[in-house]
């Protein structure tokens, strides 16, 4: 039923069901990655939610899984308070709502845009000390995350030291490439083991092992894409800033791409959506983000998401075509 013609008791109803719902699904997908919907069911169930939320603002209740970052923090690791939290992205199904964003930041002023991939993986933080790996871990619930530094030196793109002594603490995705993943289904089917639904999932249980050498067996890869606090860089750009991190040492995606409007932009998406079975990581969407960086932190961001960024997710059937491809190659 649409939010449109509920009445106001019918949409509080329906919230107060929704909730728990997309919260035992929060829970099955960030702790026991094992996700019993498909992504496209739960955010349709996220959206309406959304949309009750949108149109009654005072209906919005603190734990509510939209004034919340999805995920949650195991006992089995060491807890890491994120002083500058780990968000999520507000996303957009579709280029009309795309193009509103971008409509609503140019009547702003912020220039130019960097589009990005959206890599299916985790997000991970990387705080270096003088140049020196101290502590890597995981977005947990934006504010709180677990500490996993043994495993993430397993990684070979995650550098221990880098090229300059910066204190600096890099933010990016840690993902498992679609040859990783094939392998390891493959394996654990010959086990007699559960296979991952997915290489998300592959990669988060794989990020979260007690032994860092089957976290290294795993064949994980990172891509960095921004940084907690952008003072200790030279850049202002967000564009510049993945050029920078490069210089350091890290791995960026070498496919990011500047654009002035939403024709830019468009063109960058219609390209990327063509190559998404060809690239060697599952991707899920496009990410646009003002290349400004003191304009993205003017900007801020709310309890959840970056008011300078947004993610243009795929539409669901092609969505799970790579998955299911996999799937079948397995
Ligand atoms: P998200 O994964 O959709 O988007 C935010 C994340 O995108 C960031 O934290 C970051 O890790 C990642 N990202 C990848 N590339 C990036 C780039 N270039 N720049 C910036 N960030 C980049 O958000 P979320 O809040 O973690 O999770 C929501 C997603 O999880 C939805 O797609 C939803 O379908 C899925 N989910 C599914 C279930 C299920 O049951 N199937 C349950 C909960 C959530």
Redesign the pocket.
Known sequence: PSIDKMTKREAEKLANELRPVLRA??E???SEDA?????????QK?AQLVAIETKYPDLITPDSPTQN???SVSTDFAKVNHDIP????G?VFSKEELADFVDHITENEAGTYNC????????ISLRYEHGHLVQGST?GNGQIGEDITANLKTIPSIPTELKRPLTVEVRG?CYMPKASFIELNNKRDAEGKPVFANPRNAAAGSLRQQDPRVTAARKLST?M??VADFDPLTTRTQSGLLTELAELGFTT?PTNRVAHNMEEIDAYIDEYTGQRDDLAYGI?GI?V?VNALPVQREMGATVKVPRW?I?Y?FPPEEAETVVHQIEWTV
Request: aromatic share 16%; no cysteine.
């Open positions: 699904w929060g099955a997908y960030y996700p019993k919907v498909e992504d496209a069911v739960y955010d996220y970052v999805g995920g780990m968000l999520s992205l996303d990005e991939l959206k890599i299916d993986g985790l997000a977005r995705e891509f894409y921004n995606n899920d990410v983000k960024a993610a997710k």
